[in-house]
């Protein structure tokens, strides 16, 4: 159970630090794209706007930090992390080959819908709208989540989805161009990394990978030099991975194995009765 949780977790950091570095970069690299790309349909323009509106359109980030309590076994959050990973490469792609400039916005007065206004502004960043992955992690997320809630919590994870949507209109964050590509997005990605992160073998090598990592970060906790030995192990392994897993499984299996027999690794029980648990397991 513990393993599990930190596999979850870990993906979740994983998620978290390729998002930041995609989403960020993206804006920053379509600053010195020549061109501009319009797509402000007439009825952008007739929309009000709805400062207020903040307050759903943050919503998105507690949804995503609920996904590891929710999803809490890596085969149930697998398919999500696969979807918002390949939705956050396709949308910093088309940001770097469609930026768009950014709407005027006189906003606002100050106070509490202000201030979060201001903050949905900002996290929105510059040249990142078309597709809108606010509008495809939220139906992402609704269709992740819907397979652990009833009828009644599916209906309502939908009703925010859509609520969420709006939001991005009535902040003027999007247009509707982009809430279209967000839906499309998550449409087309959902099935394809659902289908791939439910295989059994897909589901069993992240289960070997993570099992490595997390030992290398025990021995690397243990004496600093163990970061030398891991990342060689890991460099090995390009770019053949998937033929050299059974050198990484090997090594930190040996490694684990001596750290035991050595008493570097703490174990209630008899050390070597571990150790032989852990050949057995193997075999």
């Known amino acids: 159970m513990r393993g599990e949780r930190a596999n979850v977790f870990i993906l979740s950091g994983v998620f978290a630090l390729t998002f930041v570095?995609?989403?960020?970069?993206?804006?920053?690299?379509?600053?010195?794209?020549p061109w501009r790309v319009p797509m402000m349909l007439p009825l952008d323009g007739q929309l009000p706007l709805v400062p207020g509106a903040a307050i759903v359109?943050?919503?998105?980030?507690?949804?995503?930090?609920?996904?590891?309590f929710v999803l809490r076994d890596l085969g149930a959050i697998l398919p999500l992390f696969a979807a918002l990973m390949l939705e956050t490469a396709v949308a910093?792609?088309?940001?770097?080959?469609?930026?768009?400039?950014?709407?005027?916005?006189?906003?606002?007065?100050?106070?509490?819908?202000?201030?979060?206004?201001?903050?949905a502004d900002v996290l929105n960043?510059?040249?990142?709208?078309?597709?809108?992955?606010?509008v495809a992690f939220a139906f992402t997320l609704v269709a992740a989540f819907s397979a652990r809630t009833g009828r009644v919590g599916a209906v309502l994870l939908f009703a925010?989805?859509?609520?969420?949507?709006?939001?991005?209109?009535?902040?003027?964050q999007h247009n509707l161009l982009?809430?279209?590509g967000g839906m499309v997005l998550a449409a087309i990605v959902w099935p394809l990394a659902s289908r791939w992160g439910r295989r059994p073998d897909v589901v069993a090598a992240f289960d070997v990978e993570l099992l490595c990592l997390r030992n290398c970060g025990a021995f690397i906790?243990?004496?600093?030099?163990?970061?030398v030995i891991a990342l060689a192990v890991l460099a090995a392994g390009i770019p053949h991975w998937r033929r050299q897993r059974l050198v990484r499984t090997g090594f930190v299996f040996l490694q684990a194995v001596d750290d035991i027999a050595d008493g570097d690794r703490s174990s209630k029980r008899e050390p070597l009765e571990v150790v032989g648990e852990l050949i057995v397991a193997l075999e």
Do not use: K, Q
């Open 21 to 33: 570095l995609l989403y960020g970069g993206a804006s920053v690299l379509s600053a010195y794209v």
């Open 57 to 68: 359109y943050l919503t998105i980030g507690p949804m995503l930090l609920l996904a590891p």
């Open 92 to 119: 910093a792609l088309c940001f770097m080959l469609l930026p768009v400039d950014p709407p005027a916005i006189d906003c606002c007065e100050p106070g509490l819908v202000g201030g979060l206004f201001h903050v």
């Open 125 to 134: 960043l510059e040249r990142n709208d078309l597709p809108s992955l606010h």
């Open 160 to 172: 925010w989805a859509i609520a969420t949507a709006v939001s991005t209109l009535l902040t003027r």
């Open 178 to 180: 982009d809430v279209a």
């Open 221 to 227: 906790a243990r004496h600093r030099r163990y970061l």
